[in-house]
């Protein structure tokens, strides 16, 4: 036979395919109101493996394997068309729906908010951009912002949970899972970090350099090539760093830090821009203790683990993803501390939360992951 008689014959069996597809999809809307009635999960993996051991059975032994992920396939997208459907309930479920009754809030032009650092801190640059009318304490750490939040003494917190060069602030992410606190917008910062010294020291006298870990990184092509012979000192923050540098009044050290910084303690810029990239950036979060959605939020942040020794299960995980449309902007995985080979998974996507199907996802994710973190959905400035 020639090809385009091949062909022919396959269009045949596709658009059979095809119809036998569409059927079995009306069957399982009559699923997914037997489901409604029962309050039977979605997913059924026993039932699967029945189906898969059945239709096996029918084709030759080369093409078992290739049918076993076709029909995966089509039970991917059946879950995906009855989780978009489904009226469940799950307790994230009910919360979201209770922040979605409230209406979409506007984010006040003043607030009280928790910073990590001193005076001139990123933080608190990213917290400006944010509020008309800032009103910030800093605090020591990342654990002292969320007492702060936790406590009521603040509103709302401000943290870095990315950066382009170093990528993700994983204290700030452990962080947000034990205190079960949420995002309720984002901001992307331009970072331009420089170094400062006091007024009298030159470059040849500098014998140590002070940042953020997070900047020591960002600037670290940059710090081998010009201090090869120094040391290189993390603090707890950029800011700090400046600051150490003015109260110790000393000739011989520098900080890796913010213009503003150099502004605020009377510090001289050495260099600008030191950073390895001029495509640099953090992200940083606003956190509040309770659930809320406010204007324009369009993205939404999770973290969860797959099941262990599962083959195929971030495959899986993805499709879900994919058949409902949706868009993935970030994927990123670390192991869990204290567990042999197991990995939390960081979900960052785009969509609306107020749509059902999305709702769903959620829900379902929820119950059928062991550990499941709804971060919060949120707008992001850029």
Do not use: W
């Not at 069996?13 to 009559?30: F, H, N, S, T």
């Amino acid at each position: 036979m020639d090809l385009e008689n091949v062909r022919g014959r396959i269009d045949k069996i596709d658009d059979e395919i095809a119809k036998l597809y569409d059927e079995r999809m009306e069957l399982v809307g009559q699923v997914i109101e037997a489901k409604k009635q029962s309050g039977k999960a979605v997913n059924d993996p026993e039932r699967e493996k029945k189906i898969l051991l059945r239709v096996a059975e029918k084709v030759k032994e080369e093409n078992k394997v290739y049918l076993k992920r076709v029909f995966e396939s089509i039970f991917e997208t059946s879950k995906a068309y009855q989780t978009k459907n489904m009226d469940k309930h799950t307790e994230i479920g009910d919360k979201i729906a209770a922040a979605i009754e409230k209406g979409d809030m506007t984010l006040p032009a003043g607030a009280k908010v928790a910073c990590q650092g001193v005076n001139g801190a990123y933080s608190g640059i990213a917290a400006d951009r944010l509020f008309e009318l800032a009103d910030i304490t800093y605090f020591k750490n990342f654990d002292g912002v969320f007492q702060a939040v936790e406590k009521g003494f603040c509103k709302f917190g401000v943290l870095p949970i990315e950066n382009s060069s170093a990528g993700s602030v994983n204290q700030v992410y452990d962080l947000m899972k034990e205190h079960k606190f949420y995002i309720v917008e984002s901001i992307r910062l331009a970072v331009s970090h420089c170094l400062v010294v006091n007024k009298e020291t030159k470059f040849e006298d500098i014998k140590e350099v002070y940042s953020h870990q997070q900047a020591l990184t960002q600037c670290k092509r940059y710090l081998e090539e010009k201090f090869k012979n120094a040391k290189i000192v993390a603090v707890e923050n950029t800011a700090v760093a400046a600051k150490m540098v003015y109260e110790s009044g000393r000739k011989d050290i520098a900080a890796i830090s913010s213009r503003e910084c150099a502004e605020l303690y009377g510090l001289k810029l050495l260099e600008t821009s030191v950073q390895d990239s001029d495509n640099n950036y953090t992200r940083f979060i606003l956190i509040a203790k309770n659930l809320e959605f406010y204007k324009g939020a369009n993205k939404i942040s999770i973290m969860t683990t797959l099941p262990q020794n599962a083959p195929g299960s971030l495959n899986k995980l993805l499709s879900k993803f994919s058949n409902l449309g949706i868009n993935l902007t970030k994927l990123e995985s670390r192991p869990i501390v204290g567990s042999s080979f197991e990995f939390m998974f960081y979900f960052d996507f785009e969509c609306d939360i107020k749509d059902k199907g999305v709702q769903n996802l959620i829900g379902e994710l929820d119950d059928s992951t062991e550990q499941f973190t709804f971060l919060g959905a949120y707008k992001e400035r850029v």
